[in-house]
């Protein structure tokens, strides 16, 4: 079996090994003693993670059935929706909110850039809106976006406009409180920040939210992602009692749910900083290099990634594979745009917050050395 190279992308990344062992048990039922208080802890840690008295939801599916369940459960046909777009999955979120009936409106911002709080109101002041999407690290720019202070202009210019974050890239690394700052919906998976394999699509939803759903005048259209199915499982599991609608991903579970008690123990606020101060080196090392950010400026640069421009001369053809051959897997360019002009590196999970597995180190000095190899002079 070939040597395992690190996943430094922008996720899946890597897992601990309790994680990991988590993944290997036995088939076990989804009734069974050991796996009903599983999912409810996790159910209940979740809201720890999202500083939120609101419903979490763990459900087999990408982050992207995140998207259909928002869309399907609290958007009715010819509703209009805002979407702040930084980026590829802001697009992509559109197209989902499409599908359901929403009228949306795209508030779109120059590659690099994030969405401006004047911009943001100026919209709200142009209609009424359903809701307001915002993606928090876009995960084709490494743009982060404020939330918390989009949701402060949603409060004062449209205060009924459900707030929703696609936090796939950002629960576990970047700064969310739910309750807080006003936010009645985050979409994420468990692949990234939250440190478990990819097969989960976990969500944050507010309580005002479920009130606006269960008011909802349209049947839902959809069929498994309806939360008329899922509350039901959701609450019996965290009372500790078993239900059925469809099977949960077993094992996906007990992997979260270890990673969850991995990050409470840690400590939210600490894990916070820690991202924080491992962007930071991540990103002097790169300025250093006399690379550029696809970010315009590090008050809006994600703190779980790094989206870097190749410098003149090289190509991902040149410096992907070196990096391969140094025991690195970094991601390429995903925005349409700019795809074949810049790759993508993730610093998150365990790879940050144990240091002591030298991750982040190794991913830099391998940069360093491949560019060297491609010939790149301000890499010697």
């Not at 409470?264 to 101060?277: L, S």
């Not at 982040?360 to 060297?372: E, H, I, P």
Request: charged share 20%; net charge neutral.
């Amino acid at each position: 079996m070939a040597a395992h190279k690190l996943c430094m992308i922008p996720g899946p990344i890597e897992f601990h090994e309790d994680v990991l062992q988590a993944m290997a048990t036995p088939a076990t039922s989804h009734v069974a003693p050991n796996f009903i208080p599983a999912l409810g802890e996790s159910i209940e840690l979740l809201r720890q993670i999202l500083f939120t008295s609101g419903q979490p939801f763990i459900i087999a599916g990408s982050g992207t059935l995140g998207w259909d369940m928002t869309a399907c459960n609290l958007i009715e046909a010819g509703e209009d929706v805002l979407v702040c777009n930084s980026g590829y999955f802001g697009d992509r979120f559109g197209e989902c909110l499409e599908t359901y009936g929403a009228k949306v409106t795209h508030l779109r911002v120059p590659i690099g850039e994030s969405p401006q709080l004047a911009a943001v109101a100026a919209a709200l002041k142009s209609k009424k809106f359903k809701a307001i999407t915002i993606t928090h690290v876009d995960t084709s720019t490494g743009v982060l976006s404020d939330i918390k202070g989009i949701a402060d202009v949603v409060r004062k210019e449209s205060p009924e406009t459900l707030v929703v974050v696609d936090g796939v890239c950002s629960v576990g690394s970047e700064e969310i409180r739910m309750d807080a700052w006003g936010i009645d919906v985050v979409v994420t998976a468990s692949q990234k920040a939250l440190g478990a394999p990819p097969g989960l699509c976990v969500m944050g939803v507010s309580t005002r939210a479920i009130e606006i759903f269960k008011a909802r005048k349209t049947p839902v259209a959809n069929y498994y992602a309806n939360w008329n199915r899922w509350l039901p499982i959701m609450n019996a599991y965290e009372a500790r009692k078993p239900s059925y609608f469809a099977t949960p991903a077993v094992q996906n579970v007990f992997a979260l749910h270890v990673s969850l008690k991995q990050i409470v123990a840690q400590g939210i606020e600490k894990r916070f900083a820690v991202h924080k101060e491992a962007s930071l080196k991540a990103k002097q090392f790169i300025h250093d290099l006399g690379l550029k950010l696809v970010p315009t400026s590090l008050e809006h640069a994600a703190n779980g990634m790094s989206a870097v421009y190749y410098p003149e001369g090289v190509a991902a053809t040149d410096l992907l594979p070196k990096l391969a051959a140094h025991g690195i897997v970094a991601a390429g360019g995903l925005h349409v745009e700019i795809a074949p002009k810049y790759f993508r590196i993730g610093h998150m999970g365990i790879s940050v917050t144990e240091p002591e597995r030298g991750h982040l180190d190794a991913t830099l000095n391998a940069l360093k050395s491949s560019l060297a190899e491609c010939g790149y002079k301000g890499a010697l």
